[in-house]
């Protein structure tokens, strides 16, 4: 402790912490006690984070605030994830709101509102994103927690947490409402998030909902339902900003001020006819940078990229992104202009696209609930379909092999023939697999299109010939020196063979992987239904086709 001291006084703090680190916690909790407040963020920086979430407890809340302040915000993060939630919490109480926010994460404030520490728990809650907050309502065990915790939140913020929370939590929030509080919050919500909670509620629960709308916003979520499902009628919102062409800048400004409360986005202006047509668009810094008295005709953008409200809402989001719009307008078949999509809504498309083609390579029916959420037996019968298809497709290997049981039974090569089958087999699902992947991502991306395809093959060829001749080597050499094949009388011819079958099976399986997504996009199927264990299966039976085709000539040719 005296040599910690003297390194202390010497302003040599790296030292000293290298030394307190050897210290129990008390006797660092005592170093910190006695030292210069100046030193101690640097000597903190400088100490095992272990050491320092077991000590931190132990001090008072003036010299924890002051280590705190001290720590970028990874080196605290470090020291609260060696620390218990009990202790976290106790060191919260009392601390600045800038502090709390900090050190505050999900495991914390379900503790404080489990404690019922309100005084703490309402400006925390009341300062942070929406996001974030819903991840803490969906970790919240007891179901009488939630209207506790939603109630003490402001008025907007819970109307935009509640659009952040995950499905069943939120039934539960409206289960548990009462009926001025639910139309309190569907009052705040717009539309279009409005009808993504209609369309994944029970019918007890979407009647409740529309109770609490009044009749005009119940008739505009009816006219969206109205669309068919994948369209992007289903996913545009109404509540965007019209202005008339022959409108100045100013009047422009004083229709957004009026306006603008109700509005999912301002960023951009739709300039529409007396018939509601779309005939341009104004974005706000076209506003700003304009004269007060230019007319809306003479400074905006005629030439506007939109979508069709049964067009797939896929294609809408890929515009959007391609793009990098904010929100790309929806119009019907005569060009009236009838909503928006706004890029958060194109981004959940596609991120829920994403999931759903990840599900369909692995052969899973997709589910919208989240896997820890999901009870065993949906898991259960999202997966034995395809697993029982892919068994009764898998027998059509075992036809195979059947076919060529004298070969295979061979009684000096049969056994080397049949130890290397995995072997092809799985070399040629995975090259069949890694070709399906990309073009099925390039597909997605409308990077390749079926009018591709004969491009498609002549590069999959040079590619599946070079990675066929670099495993075709590495299996010679496998099967020769490790398989012993060098010891026995024509081992080389055997190893001949099955590393040529392997070059022939990574071509073929490179080829099939490669073409079969195109083939089912134009027949207007799901390029990700045929990928992955479907490829596997079908380069297995080819690829026993192929190496039992070669061992019969080999066993002919000796």
């Not at 005629?302 to 409200?309: K, L, Q």
Request: glycine fraction near 4%; aromatic fraction near 6%; proline fraction near 3%.
């Amino acid at each position: 402790m005296n040599e910690i001291r003297e390194l202390l006084q010497a302003q040599d703090l790296e030292q000293a912490a290298l030394l307190a680190n050897k210290l129990n916690k008390e006797e660092l909790a005592d170093v910190l006690t006695e030292m210069e407040k100046a030193d101690v963020p640097a000597f903190c920086r400088a100490l095992d984070s272990d050491l320092l979430a077991d000590a931190l407890p132990l001090l008072d809340k003036e010299l924890q605030e002051d280590v705190i302040n001290g720590l970028r915000d990874d080196e605290l993060e470090k020291v609260l994830d060696e620390m218990t939630v009990d202790e976290t919490v106790e060191i919260i109480e009392d601390m600045p709101q800038e502090i709390v926010r900090r050190i505050a994460e999900t495991e914390e404030i379900v503790q404080l509102l489990i404690d019922r520490n309100f005084a703490v728990l309402r400006p925390l809650i009341a300062s942070m994103n929406a996001t974030d907050l819903a991840e803490v309502f969906n970790e919240i065990r007891e179901e009488a927690d939630l209207p506790i915790l939603f109630r003490i939140l402001p008025k907007d913020l819970a109307a935009e947490t509640f659009v952040e929370m995950d499905s069943n939590v939120k039934e539960t929030l409206i289960h548990r409402l009462n009926d001025r509080e639910l139309r309190a919050v569907m009052d705040e919500l717009f539309l279009d998030d409005t009808v993504d909670i209609i369309e994944e509620m029970p019918a007890s629960v979407v009647k409740r909902v529309l109770a609490q709308s009044d009749n005009e916003t119940r008739a505009y979520i009816n006219e969206i339902l109205k669309y068919p499902k994948d369209s992007a009628g289903s996913i545009m919102t109404i509540e965007f900003v019209a202005l008339r062409p022959t409108m100045t800048v100013d009047e422009a400004f004083e229709r957004i001020r009026e306006t603008a409360i109700d509005k999912e986005t301002i960023y951009t202006c739709y300039v529409i006819d007396p018939t509601n047509k779309l005939v341009g668009l104004v974005s706000a810094k076209d506003l700003m940078l304009a004269g007060k008295g230019a007319a809306i005709q003479d400074i905006m953008t005629e030439n506007v990229i939109y979508a069709h409200t049964e067009d797939d809402k896929e294609d809408v989001a890929r515009m959007i992104s391609d793009y990098g719009f904010l929100a790309l307008p929806i119009v019907d078949r005569e060009t009236r202009l009838v909503g928006i999509v706004t890029v958060d809504d194109a981004m959940t498309v596609l991120q829920s696209e994403n999931t759903e083609d990840i599900a369909k390579m692995a052969a899973v029916t997709p589910t919208d609930k989240p896997y820890l959420k999901t009870n065993i037996w949906r898991i259960c019968l999202s997966r034995l379909p395809w697993l029982l298809i892919l068994l009764v497709s898998s027998t059509f290997s075992g036809l195979v092999i059947s076919a060529n049981e004298n070969t295979l039974n061979h009684a000096v090569y049969g056994i080397v023939l049949t130890a290397c089958m995995p072997m092809l087999m799985g070399t040629g699902g995975n090259a069949g697999s890694q070709a399906s992947a990309m073009i099925i991502r390039g597909i997605a991306i409308g990077e390749v299109e079926f009018k591709d395809l004969w491009k498609v093959v002549w590069k999959e060829i040079r590619v599946s010939v070079l990675l066929g001749a670099f495993l075709a080597a590495a299996c010679f050499a496998k099967v020769m020196l490790v398989d012993g094949l060098y010891a026995v009388e024509q081992g080389a011819l055997i190893a001949f063979v099955i590393s040529f079958s392997m070059l022939i099976t990574i071509v073929i399986a490179k080829l099939i992987g490669a073409m079969l997504p195109l083939l089912a996009k134009k027949c207007k199927l799901d390029p990700a239904v045929v990928a992955g264990p479907f490829i596997t299966t079908i380069v297995d039976v080819v690829s026993l086709t192929v190496y039992c085709a070669f061992a019969i000539w080999f066993l002919g040719a000796i």
